[in-house]
């Protein structure tokens, strides 16, 4: 009778390498579930919430690259298109313009930047292009570009305001207090406004303006402001007289306010002196049209009357009048005598 021998457990050296697998296994999971379980336990949510987590991150992704897709092949474009369509023909299209704050420029100028956008679907408009265009006039400061649902489009303008006339060869110009050109106007449209002439005198407005105002009572007499040399002002008043002031802004400003007062006192605006010089410190110097030759006549007529008294062997008679320099300007005056 045959007899079966089994064999029971592995080999030694099977058994060996088994284990030398085993021990293996179980040292690298312990290390990675160290790692891993280290930084799950840093993260402040639970495992549910960050598997919620995951499963979005996941979801995202994949919309992210079917958007992306769709954005190559155009499909929001058709999309917004179809949308345009549909308000279109529902009647959301620009059929009227409303302008407001227009006083002083000419509106058709602002319709003439709108009209484009006439018949243009609603939701198609370009408000931000729109309201750059009418910055681009020169009467516009700012402006404000809305859709009023269904079919209107409402411009609200903030206009500039003419601050003065800036004369150049003859033409004039509309500034803003800025020095900002806003149109050519006839010589009637500059009628009482300030006339500034000079180069650059458009850039000097707010220190005239801050001259200006350190005499309040000479302001409005102020008809014309000649910016000379870029450096100093000449005023001229609505009486025709000039007035030459110094440089610096203090030093004008001292001039100024020293005429003032002068002309409170003596009321020089009006009077027979043609100019006023106060370019040197402490004197003014004095332009009477006509002096001179009034002191050449009497100095003539004085020459003559003691030719005949030599002549006739008697002494001439004294000599009065005012002096005056050969320029036609009166003898300086030092403008300490004339202040209050």
């Known amino acids: 009778m045959a007899q079966t021998i089994r064999r029971s457990g592995k080999g030694v050296r099977r058994a060996a390498v088994t284990r030398g697998a085993k021990a293996r296994v ?31 991150g996941m979801v995202g992704g994949v919309l992210a690259l079917l958007a992306a897709g769709a954005m190559v092949a155009g499909v929001p474009d058709m999309v917004e298109q179809h949308f345009a369509e549909i308000a279109g023909n529902a009647g959301f299209k620009v059929k009227r313009v409303e302008v407001r704050g227009v006083n002083r420029m000419n509106e058709l100028t602002i319709y003439e ?59 004039f110009t509309l500034i803003d207090e800025t020095g900002h050109e806003l149109e050519a106007v006839p010589a009637s449209r500059a009628k009482g406004m300030l006339v500034l002439t000079g180069t650059g005198a458009e850039g000097q407005i707010a ?43 203090d030093e004008g400003a001292a001039a100024l306010l020293t005429f003032a007062r002068m002309d409170g006192v003596d009321r020089l605006l009006g009077g027979k002196v043609a100019a006023f010089d106060m370019r040197v410190p402490d004197r003014i110097y004095l332009r009477i049209p006509g002096h001179a030759d009034e002191i050449a006549a009497e100095a003539k007529a004085a020459a003559v009357a003691k ?8 002494s001439a008679p004294a000599r009065t009048g005012t002096s005056a320099d050969g320029g036609g300007h009166a003898a300086p005056r030092p403008a300490a005598t004339a202040k209050d």
């Open 113 to 171: 930047k709108v009209l484009g956008q006439r018949d243009e679907v609603m939701s198609r408009l370009d408000l931000a292009a729109l309201r750059t265009d009418l910055l681009q006039l020169s009467w516009v400061k700012d402006a404000r570009v809305a859709r009023q649902l269904p079919d209107t489009l409402v411009v609200d303008v903030v206009e500039r305001s003419p601050h003065a006339v800036l004369r150049e060869n003859g033409h």
């Open 307 to 314: 030719a005949a008294a030599k002549a006739s062997g008697t």
């Open 26 to 56: 179980a040292t690298a999971r312990k290390q990675t579930g160290t790692l891993v379980g280290q930084a799950v336990r840093r993260i402040p949510i639970s495992d549910e919430a960050l598997h919620r987590l995951l499963i979005v």
């Open 207 to 249: 220190g005239l303006d801050k001259l200006l105002d350190t005499a309040p009572a000479l302001k409005s007499q102020v008809a014309e402001a000649e910016w000379v040399g870029n450096r100093r002002w000449n005023l001229t008043f609505k009486t025709g007289q000039v007035l030459a002031l110094p440089e610096g802004d």
